[in-house]
């Protein structure tokens, strides 16, 4: 079968290479991969920033982004053939920390966790792959054009849950909720703000293209100014760019009791002036708090199926703005400008 491949250590050194059928002691279902959606950690991973190959290999198969159709499974899975499922991509740590015992793996605590497509599990940019049952989540056959979003939704599912938590502390009756950054994750953070009866505000630079229409359209409000200029005094906050500037903004931001919650990843070195005795007076007197999430465990990725499961499979789409066959793969990695999620279709001929 065909996969796509880096060398890790070695920059862009993306290939499109031959490989064995998944080996049965990989798991005891079997995927055939429909589609992989492409992001920056994939670039990053490309660019030799990090990424790690299974133990005695010299390749990694990439791709985190997934959607496959079950080929073969037992009958006591709960899975059969033609289901739509998503490979969880992160695997707990091989000492079992207590947080990836209780199934909390996106909390791990040693930090040498797998990761399929990026550190030392392969990735599902291939034409098939084997699983168990416990490392995948069963989709809505309405989502067999649009499951590939799931898992940059488990993202807001962990951080709206993470919300809901840090505001039961106290009295918390949120209205208003901002989101910078109308990229995938934003689109899909303010998704879940709307679902949720939020008023929500959507902040980003492009002023032309589709991420306007695609927020107006959620019901929800763009805007291209800044969260200061606007006036907006928002109860959360979702920050989904990683841009520095606009973080420094949002850690002053919130309205009094409120939850802002950090989701970009950031270059390091960027040098931003911030006032942290300002900041730490309006943290105290407002009572508000500043927290960052990553990744996902299985009950978000449960979580996030059901709120894909009740959307508008036409406006997810046009979060997809473009398909590239596996085999035209350098082209999916080219900057179109006005893109918004690249994914690499595996069963386009």
Known sequence: MQALTISPGQKDSLE????????????????????????????????????????NRDYLVMGHENLGRVLEAPEDSGLAAGDLVVGIVRRPCAEKCRACAAGEWDMCHTGTYTEHGIEGLDGFARERWRGEPDEMVKL???????????????????????IDRIGSRAYFRPRVAAVTGAGPVGLLAALFGVQRGLEVHVFDLEEDGPKADLVKELGAVFHTDSLTDSGISADIIIECTGAPAVIREVLHRGAKNSVTCLTGV??????????????????????????????????????AAEVLARTDTGWLEK?????????????????QGEDIKVVLDLQDA
């Open 16 to 55: 499109l290479r031959d490989l064995p059928e998944p080996d049965a002691a990989e798991g005891s279902v079997l995927v055939e991969i429909l589609s992989v959606g492409l992001c920056a950690t994939d670039r990053e991973v490309i660019a030799a920033e990090f990424g790690t190959a299974p133990d």
């Open 140 to 162: 809505d056959p309405s989502l067999d054009r649009v499951g590939v979003l799931l898992e940059p939704a488990t993202i807001l599912a962990k951080a709206w849950e993470q």
């Open 266 to 303: 950031s270059e390091t070195g960027a040098e931003e002036p911030l006032d942290l005795g300002a900041l730490n007076l309006g943290l105290v007197m407002d009572n508000r708090v500043v927290f960052g999430t990553v990744n996902a465990n299985r009950r978000h990725y449960l979580k």
């Open 319 to 335: 979060i997809i703005s473009r398909r590239v066959p596996l085999a035209d793969y350098a082209r999916a990695f080219e900057d």
